[in-house]
């Protein structure tokens, strides 16, 4: 590595905002780990009300939560004037990833954008993603032409852009690791009664009706449980169907949990279904994997990319292909542990600390190319 740099980290979202003050549990530890070799300074919007008392190993300056790109240009400037900003690194797209190009160009310092969720979506079911905008797709295109390197979670994310006829320059594909200290890995008793766990915000983009109908199906060959953790964003629609289901004695709703509460859930689990119709990377698949849990699930994101090395997948909204690929999985001991194990190695290969020393030499090779 060579010699610290003084890095501004542009996000519009995912740090101490949310549920706990917690953000993107794997942004914040991300953000912490490059604090250790770099000066970092975090430009950031919505992260809700601040302890005064927190220590952080990094200068956060917040913004309003509707900043847009002058205002928050305009606060990188006006950072820059403080001290010498190296480099720019923008998270989203069309939030941090644009106002770090804009600044870029204005400061003539290089950029780094790292594209997270939605902007590189197009789910035209359920009017989801930037991708179905036209306008929408050519600005992420400018913003990634523009920047010094573009970073992708997985290459399913990255061949989204392609699809799109977006093509940066220097694409990289880093996803989230999973801490293997924090989520560690635990030997199990595999057999009944199953215990099928699911992480996520309950919204129309996981599609959780689909991951109830094929667990319907599954609890009526096996004896299961199903737990679901995460916050509701669908008014109890998805309780209403357990009722409408019959299954309020194989479904618990856990709500939302904090992210360091996450590892007891999947030491208790046997198998992660998971029902999205769209992923960028879906850090759930890298926690589960390092805890030893067994997935399945549909074929997005990181489960598209590790789809039958690490995890079995399905096409989207298939609650019987799910359901069948689950049933198929737990009477197969064999297949059952090659894949766990598969993914246990996977999940230790490209750790947290994997993702925090791809970025260092992404930082490195960036900034020697000035």
């Not at 290459?155 to 694409?171: E, H, M, S, T, Y």
């Not at 992480?199 to 009526?220: C, G, M, S, Y």
């Not at 990377?281 to 590790?306: I, K, N, P």
Request: charged residues 20%; positive net charge; proline residues 4%.
């Amino acid at each position: 590595m060579t010699s610290r740099k003084r890095i501004a980290i542009i996000t519009h979202g995912g740090l101490h905002g949310g549920h706990f003050r917690q953000g993107v549990p794997a942004l914040m530890g991300l953000v912490e780990t490059l604090a250790g070799h770099h000066d970092i300074v975090a430009i950031a919007a919505n992260t809700g009300p601040m302890d005064k008392a927190l220590s952080l190993p990094y200068r956060l300056r917040t913004l309003p939560g509707k900043s847009g790109v002058a205002s928050t240009v305009a606060a990188i400037v006006r950072e820059h004037a403080r001290r010498r900003i190296d480099l720019l690194h923008g998270f989203w797209g069309h939030a941090g990833g644009r106002c770090a190009v804009a600044a870029s160009r204005l400061l003539r310092i290089p950029a780094i954008v790292s594209l997270q969720g939605g902007e590189t979506a197009a789910v035209d079911d359920i009017g989801y993603g930037a991708l179905l905008s036209v306008r929408q797709t050519a600005r992420l295109a400018r913003t990634c032409r523009h920047a010094a390197a573009t970073v992708a979670l997985t290459d399913f994310q990255g061949r989204k852009l392609v699809d799109a006829g977006i093509r940066p320059g220097n694409l990289q594909i880093v996803p989230f690791g999973a801490n293997p200290e924090q989520f560690p890995f635990h030997e199990r008793a595999w057999g009944a009664p199953w215990r099928f766990l699911h992480v996520a915000n309950l919204n129309e983009v996981k599609d959780q009706l689909t991951l109830l109908r094929a667990f319907d199906r599954i609890r009526l060959k096996v004896d299961a449980q199903l737990d679901i953790v995460g916050p509701d964003y669908l008014d109890g629609q998805l309780q209403r169907a357990v009722r409408e289901l019959g299954l309020q004695d194989h479904v618990r709703f856990s709500g939302p949990v904090p992210h360091e509460d996450l590892p007891a859930c999947y030491r208790d689990a046997h198998m992660l279904l998971h029902s999205s119709l769209y992923e960028s990377q879906a850090v759930v698949a890298a926690e589960a994997m390092a805890s030893g849990v067994a997935v399945c699930a549909t074929r997005v994101g990181l489960f598209a990319d590790l789809d039958g090395r690490c995890c079995v997948t399905v096409p989207c909204g298939d609650a019987a292909a799910l359901a069948n690929a689950a049933l198929d999985l737990l009477e197969s001991r064999k297949r059952l542990n090659e894949l766990v194990r598969a993914g246990h190695e996977w999940s230790l290969q490209h750790s947290d600390g994997w993702t925090a020393n791809r970025y260092l030499e992404l930082y490195d090779d960036v900034t020697r190319r000035r």
